[in-house]
DNA sequence: AAAAGTACCAACCGCCGGTAG
DNA sequence: ACTACCGGCGGTTGGTACTTT
């Protein structure tokens, strides 16, 4: 298999590596006059010395116009986190939903800030723990000035996370009582760090964006959700 | 100031499914 | 029905910038 012209890497002697800005505006010219797709044939008919599966790959991810550069925003955040919980590692798929994202981009976020190592080193575990201890103690204080909440339980969980660190220090994964890391672990993805839902769900309620966010948890029955807003489909 | 650790991201690789011949 | 080609996908790697010690 993938035995085709543009698509055979060995003894083709095809560059690798970084593309150069002359590079790039070649294969936007070959794109320009014959459309997406066609990769193989590029380097016979551009001149590129790139085999057509990176072509594809530095079109798709870098070069194809509408493409978003910023930083992802705190909704797709949300987005990300949610489909992934519902669809797992489909990354186009995602990308589908998020318009001028790349797989290769929400992967590399996935990756990055949700998927941690097995092992973090001593320090990493210490600043985690501070990172959420500290996450919780804002949250806590929050609470306390705005007066929104009296649910005890919760509030005892809280103090059991700040005030019990050696029950938690030790391990890799801590568990955390905000919605989303609720529904999160009773997904199939429960190696999401306390750090990294805590920052993304704090910023998503200092910007007051929670509430026009498409999860509904129900409450009554902690162990079922629902997506009150399903997706239309975008592919 | 330097070394070590970490985060981020572009790019590569292997595999798979669809399709044309 | 079979095979080769093509395009796409997800996992992984390597380089670089930034942060921490």
Redesign the pocket.
């Known amino acids: 298999?993938?035995?085709?012209?543009?698509?055979r890497?060995a003894d083709q002697g095809w560059?690798?590596?970084?593309?150069t800005p002359v590079e790039d505006k070649l294969l936007a010219e070959y794109v320009s006059l014959h459309g997406?797709?066609?990769?193989?044939s590029i380097s016979s008919c551009s001149g590129l010395k790139r085999n057509?599966?990176?072509c594809?790959?530095?079109w798709v991810?870098?070069l194809r116009p509408g493409l978003k550069k910023e930083?992802l925003t705190p909704q797709e955040e949300g987005i990300i986190i949610e489909l992934h919980a519902l669809w797992g590692?489909?990354?186009?798929?995602i990308a589908r939903c998020l318009p001028g994202r790349t797989?290769?981009?929400i992967?590399?976020?996935w990756?990055?800030?949700f998927k941690?190592q097995e092992k973090?080193?001593k320090?990493?575990k210490k600043?985690k723990f501070d990172d959420h201890n500290s996450y919780y103690k804002d949250q806590k204080v929050k609470r306390m000035m705005n007066n929104t909440t009296t649910d005890e339980s919760e509030e005892s969980d809280i103090d059991m996370i700040i005030e019990q660190p050696q029950n938690i220090l030790p391990e890799t994964t801590i568990n955390f009582t905000c919605p989303v890391a609720t529904f999160m672990l009773q997904q199939q993805n429960p190696r999401v760090l306390a750090q990294d839902a805590a920052r993304w769900w704090d910023t998503v309620a200092d910007d007051g964006l929670w509430s026009g966010f498409m999860w509904n948890l129900d409450h009554d029955h902690p162990n079922q959700h629902r997506v009150e807003q399903p997706f239309t489909p975008c592919f």
């Open positions: 298999m993938d035995g085709a012209m543009g698509w890497i560059r690798k590596g970084p593309w997406e797709g066609r990769w193989s057509g599966k990176s594809r790959l530095r991810n870098y930083q590692n489909k990354w186009s798929t797989d290769n981009e992967k590399n976020y990756r990055t800030h941690k973090p080193s320090n990493e600043r």
